[in-house]
């Protein structure tokens, strides 16, 4: 059987050794935070879409139906700003704690991209590099795919050898990230229910995704059913800010929360996960609910499916049913998450052995290192991807 250095030789020896927990300490030379990218200009919008849709064949009519969220905004979606801010602060609290590991910024869909941002570490002389993707949970979009082009991108570059990427573990379950949606939940829900109103109901929303995908979503040895690690990490990351919930405020005990899916996307012939957001409000007044707190937890920060799908059409969605309701906060360079990403940075250079790392949910601590087929896209095919246990 071929080792992983022949077939794909993209990550540091630490990845390479075969654990799922890194085993040994390893120095980085930098940090690669690497986002998805988002157009700034009316200009930008189809060329992104085509980025975005690579190697499908999608026409541009098709995509200028999902351009007019953008072009709404003036063709910029508000991501790459919220990057650039998020760089900054990593940056402050790096050198802070006296870390010498320069952040990389580089996107998979749009300038800045990955390419550049490898070839410029290459440059300075900083060849290991330690990723962290803005993406929270396990699936082909939120990890994968970001593996998958880091590959791409080391052999596109002819870096690939010199240049490794290790990646640092999907951080749901992370206190960094649970934690940072708690304060907005806590005031959103005193807000909702006044005096001695009825309960609020908690609407967790996150990106459906291809029922394939959710099966597919972490390692088939954990037999998570349909909606594979994808959900069941979402459902943990619900309860575990729940119970942080109540602990401030007692008086949330008694209410209930569901967890929802937005942003669909697809041919309708294809099953995504349900229940659409927008369904489920409607539904709700006829279950006596009267409000209702949407608190994003699929994302890290205020992109454009928070700022359409959320802000617009799921509000929109509330005032037809006649329901109060508030959009809570995502994480974006809130102290907490980001002294957090440079705790899970800490805890991967130091290799933290996996008892002793912190973690809110039975899912966690979860892999540095990700198996073979881990969240493998059939849709896709094979494709080599970094940061991974060898065939
Ligand atoms: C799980 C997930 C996240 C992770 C959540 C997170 O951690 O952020 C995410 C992030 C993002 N997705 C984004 C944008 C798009 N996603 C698309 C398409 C798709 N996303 C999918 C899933 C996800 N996507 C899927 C299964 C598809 C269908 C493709 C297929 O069939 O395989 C399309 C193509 C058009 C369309 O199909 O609608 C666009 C334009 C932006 C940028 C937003 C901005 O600009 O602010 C961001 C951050
Ligand atoms: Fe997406």
Redo the contacts with the bound molecule.
């Keep these: 059987m071929d080792t992983i250095e022949t077939v794909v030789p993209f990550a540091s020896p630490a990845t390479r050794a075969g654990e799922p927990y890194a085993t040994a300490p390893q120095r980085y030379d930098g940090l690669l935070l690497a986002g998805?990218g988002?157009p700034e200009g009316q200009d930008d919008v189809i060329p992104f879409?085509r980025n975005?849709?690579r190697g499908r064949g999608i026409p541009d009519e098709r995509l200028e139906e999902?351009a007019h969220h953008y072009r709404h905004f003036g063709g910029v979606?508000?991501?790459n700003a919220q990057n650039r801010a998020l760089k900054a602060a990593l940056e402050a609290e790096l050198a802070r704690r006296g870390i010498d590991l320069p952040v990389y910024w580089g996107n998979r869909n749009w300038a800045p991209y990955l390419d550049d941002a490898v070839r410029e570490a290459a440059d300075d002389g900083r060849p290991r590099l330690l990723a962290f993707a803005?993406?929270?949970y396990s699936?082909f979009?939120?990890c994968r795919q970001y593996r998958e082009d880091f590959a791409r991108v080391l052999t596109e570059t002819g870096l690939a050898g010199t240049v490794t990427i290790d990646k640092i573990r999907q951080f749901f379950d992370h206190p960094g990230f649970v934690d940072s949606f708690v304060p907005g939940v806590v005031e959103a829900l005193a807000e909702l229910r006044g005096a001695g109103g009825a309960a609020p109901r908690v609407l967790f929303t996150t990106?459906s995704?291809?029922i394939d995908?959710a099966r597919r979503s972490g390692p088939s040895e954990l037999g998570l059913g349909d909606g594979g690690a994808y959900e069941a990490q979402h459902r943990a990351v619900a309860e575990a800010v729940m119970q942080r919930v109540v602990e401030r405020d007692a008086r949330m005990a008694d209410v209930e929360w569901e967890l929802v899916y937005q942003s669909r996307?697809?041919p309708a012939s294809q099953p995504w996960l349900e229940p659409d957001i927008c369904d489920r409000i409607a539904e709700l007044p006829g279950e006596d609910v009267e409000t209702v707190a949407i608190v994003p937890i699929?994302?890290?920060s205020d992109?454009?499916?928070v700022m359409w799908d959320l802000d617009n059409e799921a509000l929109e969605a509330a005032e037809e049913a006649g329901m109060r309701a508030i959009r809570t906060p995502t994480p974006g360079v809130d102290p907490t998450f980001v002294t957090g990403i440079v705790d899970l940075v800490e805890e991967r250079m130091a290799a933290v052995p996996r008892e002793q790392r912190v973690h809110a949910t039975e899912y966690g601590p979860w892999f540095d290192v990700c198996r073979p087929a881990c969240c493998e896209n059939v849709?896709a095919g094979f494709r080599p991807a970094a940061a991974g246990i060898a065939p």
């Design positions: 998805f988002g879409l975005v849709t999902v979606s508000p991501i803005t993406s929270a699936s979009s939120s990106h995704i291809p995908d996307s697809g699929g994302f890290v992109h454009m499916e849709r």
